[in-house]
């Protein structure tokens, strides 16, 4: 696995670099702001760009746009944008963005190397990565009369892991069970909730982020 | 001063009288003729004297009074024509009348120059008259001058400072012509003062022009009639028209200074209806008063040195020039407001000062509430900005917790790692250790975060108050229902505002109100920004109950805004702001 990492902050940068190498991640390039991260994509065509919400000049949002450019410009390439805030807000703007092949999880993930190297490996299979934090905060929100009582704990397990992005096999693996089992529960929870039989990908994932969100 | 006018009223009354008396009983003039120039005369001193006694301050009461006297005085040599000393008298003012008029006229209403070249007009029409006087008194032989068709004067007395007679009937015509010419070159002054005049000031010189024009005229007429035999009737007709047109323009000038004086009554007016004015509204009586309704009011704030609107923003005066004048009311040194004017106004110095002083009061009034509105305006202003420097400060210690502490408690947390992989499986229980050491560190990333956004949510500023309200609801202890929510960005400060008044609410519910359930509700109405946070708890809320309801009317009224706190006991409780969001 070959990956740029764009992080206008050189120490974490240069920490995680190592902790990626350690982990077997070939890290290709290093660079600190979205111009220079464009640049080595062109260059290096690294399967995954690892890259900071918040770069210079104006420390807002470059990282999507960034990531937008990529899309457009390296379809094979994944993206997994890093972020300081647990905002479903901005995982939505950026899936609304974004086809596939891009993973939103917090910056904080880099202290979980396991996660992280499994977000990059599902990114590379053509997956939607949503962070664990966002979608456990989303689901665990309290809420009268929702729809969301009428679920099975099972199914809010489910319901879960579809939000992470998981695909029906990645959900059966993670909860030893079926891939038909899941297929089943999905289609429970989809009609509990009235949302639409979608394929199993970025528009999914994006249905339920948004339904969480306004439920 | 009073018996000055008693004094010249009589005199006046008793020469008529005598002059009558006189004619009557003689063979010239004829007594009716007599009787109606004696009369025009003595009722043109008498309008005189009126304006002088009831307008002081101006000098035309003088004049007016001046005028026909002199005419008076001039007309004796024709009634005592056997007399050297009424010749002599009617001699030394047979043209005094006309520079007389001149001055009324050109120094109307005040009776002061305004003009150099009115004044040298004058003047020269004075020597003129004085030339001729002396010419005359030294050697007239009145028997020259017998063929005007009112002087019958066969046998004149000669003055009595007569020293050598001569015939001057040419000099007669050339002094005849020089006050023709004088005529015309007052009436191109008072076009002159026309032209120039401010709207209100023509209303003042206009008539003045007309009743010129009519006594020029018939000056003009008569001079060219000097030597024509008319017959009886036209010459009757032309002294009963003379005469009128006369005592026409001194009633007409009298008229109009006392109609520009009116405002002395107007100023008990004013008085009275300074009593029952609302704050704000002395200009408008003062405009009124003193009939200019472009009047505009300048208030002194002695701690700006400057004047500033009834509304409190700084004004400039004016310069001095012929379209705007400015009176300053109270001592120069230390002022209380500035009129800015019609400048015809300043021809009437003591309604200006009087009414002035009628107001005064009223101004000290106004003053005070124009310096209150201004302070009340910086006040608010600086209100305004304090809280928005602190909601700038709020975004940049954010951004400073997660650009700088968040980094690196991360980097140490990759450094642990790092740490981890060296020493390999449990070194000697450090990797014990290495677990404390990394649950310590997610903690303070977990406290940080909170942290940061208690002081300034992110989301807030990035993605707007419907993102940063969902965010909120989604994280509080209470179920929270979400209303309306707005779609679109408002100005910073009012976001926040809003942001804080739901946030401090929902707080509370969690606190006190005994329920899990909240209602949010953020709408926009007429330009005006409604929030509402209801619950259907234990009610009784104190208003006053810490700090953190107290700080946000602070900042809600610092955008003009209103919160209110509704907590009847058992019953829930709601709070409602409103916030200006134009």
Redesign the interface.
Request: hydrophobic share 35%; no cysteine.
């Given at each position: 696995m070959r990956v740029a990492l764009a992080d206008d902050?050189a120490?974490?940068r240069a920490?995680?670099a190592?902790?990626l190498g350690?982990a077997g991640v070939e890290v290709v390039a290093q660079v600190d702001s979205a111009e220079q991260l464009l640049a080595a994509v062109d260059e290096q065509q690294p399967d995954v760009a690892i890259v900071d919400i918040?770069m210079p000049p104006t420390?807002?949002?470059e990282g999507i746009t960034a990531a937008d450019a990529i899309h457009r410009r390296h379809p094979h390439v994944g993206v997994l944008l890093l972020s300081?805030?647990?905002?479903?807000?901005?995982a939505l703007?950026l899936l609304e963005r974004a086809e596939e092949r891009t993973g939103y999880l917090l910056?904080?993930r880099?202290?979980d190397?396991s996660d992280l190297l499994d977000a990059l490996d599902r990114i590379t299979a053509g997956e939607t990565v949503i962070d664990p934090t966002l979608v456990t905060?989303?689901i665990g929100?309290?809420?009268?009369h929702s729809p969301l009582d009428d679920l099975t704990p099972r199914e809010r397990e489910v319901l879960s892991l579809m939000a992470e992005g998981l695909t029906d096999r990645g959900i059966a693996e993670r909860l030893y069970l079926t891939p038909n089992t899941i297929e089943t529960h999905v289609r429970h929870i989809l009609g509990k909730l009235g949302l639409p039989a979608t394929a199993n990908d970025n528009r999914r994932v994006r249905a339920v982020i948004a339904y969480l969100?306004?439920a | 001063m009073r018996a000055v006018r008693l004094l010249i009223w009589t005199g006046s009354a008793l020469l008529c009288g005598a002059m009558l008396l006189s004619a009557v009983h003689g063979i010239w003039p004829p007594a009716g003729k007599a009787a109606i120039s004696l009369a025009a005369s003595l009722a043109g001193i008498t309008i005189g004297l009126v304006v002088w006694d009831r307008r002081p301050e101006s000098r035309t009461g003088l004049f007016l009074t001046a005028y026909p006297l002199a005419g008076l005085l001039a007309d004796l040599g024709s009634y005592y024509w056997g007399s050297s000393f009424a010749m002599t008298i009617a001699l030394a003012t047979s043209w005094l009348a006309a520079p007389i008029f001149g001055q009324l006229v050109l120094t109307y209403p005040t009776g002061r120059f305004t003009s150099r070249l009115d004044r040298a007009l004058v003047e020269i029409a004075y020597g003129a008259a004085g030339l001729y006087a002396l010419v005359f008194l030294v050697f007239v032989s009145p028997r020259s001058l017998t063929d005007s068709a009112d002087w019958h004067c066969w046998v004149c007395a000669p003055p009595v400072t007569q020293i050598a007679s001569r015939d001057l009937t040419g000099t007669h015509r050339i002094f005849d012509w020089i006050f023709v010419a004088l005529a015309l070159a007052l009436l191109v002054l008072l076009f002159r003062r026309l032209v120039r005049a401010t709207p209100a000031g023509r209303r003042v010189v206009l008539p003045l022009a007309v009743a010129t024009c009519a006594l020029a005229v018939e000056f003009l007429v008569q001079t060219s009639l000097y030597g024509t035999n008319l017959n009886t009737w036209t010459s009757s007709a032309w002294f009963v028209i003379s005469t009128v047109t006369d005592l026409a323009v001194s009633v007409a000038l009298a008229a109009g200074l006392l109609w520009l004086g009116r405002g002395r009554g107007a100023v008990a007016g004013l008085v009275v209806e300074l009593q029952q004015t609302p704050p704000g509204g002395v200009r408008d009586a003062l405009a009124r008063t003193l009939g200019d309704p472009s009047l505009e009011l300048a208030l002194w704030l002695p701690e700006r040195s400057g004047y500033v609107d009834g509304a409190g923003r700084p004004v400039e005066l004016p310069e001095l020039d012929s379209r705007r004048a400015v009176t300053v009311l109270g001592p120069s040194d230390s002022p209380v407001a500035a009129l800015v004017h019609d400048p015809v106004l300043l021809e009437r110095p003591a309604l200006l000062a009087s009414a002035g002083a009628a107001a005064r009061l009223s101004l000290e009034n106004e003053r005070l509430q124009a310096e209150l509105r201004a302070q009340l305006a910086e006040l608010h202003a600086s209100r305004a900005r304090i809280v928005s420097a602190g909601d700038e400060e709020r975004r940049r210690l954010e951004r400073d917790l997660h650009d700088g502490a968040q980094q690196r408690l991360l980097s140490l947390g990759i450094a642990l790692q790092l740490l981890r992989g060296k020493l390999g499986v449990d070194a000697n229980g450090a990797g014990e250790l290495l677990d404390e050491a990394d649950d310590e560190l997610r903690a303070a990333l977990d406290e940080l975060r909170e942290l940061a956004r208690g002081i300034h949510p992110a989301v807030l500023t990035d993605e707007g108050l419907g993102a940063a309200l969902r965010s909120l609801a989604g994280r509080s202890a209470v179920s929270v229902t979400i209303a309306a929510i707005p779609d679109d960005r408002l100005p910073a400060a009012t976001e926040a505002a809003a942001y804080f008044v739901v946030s401090e609410a929902l707080t509370n519910v969690a606190k006190y109100a005994g329920t899990a359930e909240a209602r949010v509700s953020v709408s926009r109405r007429n330009g005006r920004m409604l929030v509402d946070v209801e619950d259907d708890g234990v009610g009784g809320a104190d208003p006053s109950r810490g700090t953190g309801l107290r700080g946000l009317a602070d900042r809600v009224h610092a955008l003009d805004g209103v919160l209110e706190l509704d907590s009847p006991p058992g019953h829930g409780t709601r709070l409602h702001a409103e916030i200006p969001c134009a």
């Open positions: 902050a120490v974490l920490g995680l190592r902790l350690d918040r420390w807002s949002d300081q805030y647990v905002e479903a807000e901005y703007r910056k904080e880099m202290l190397l905060q989303l929100r309290h809420r009268s969100r306004s | -």
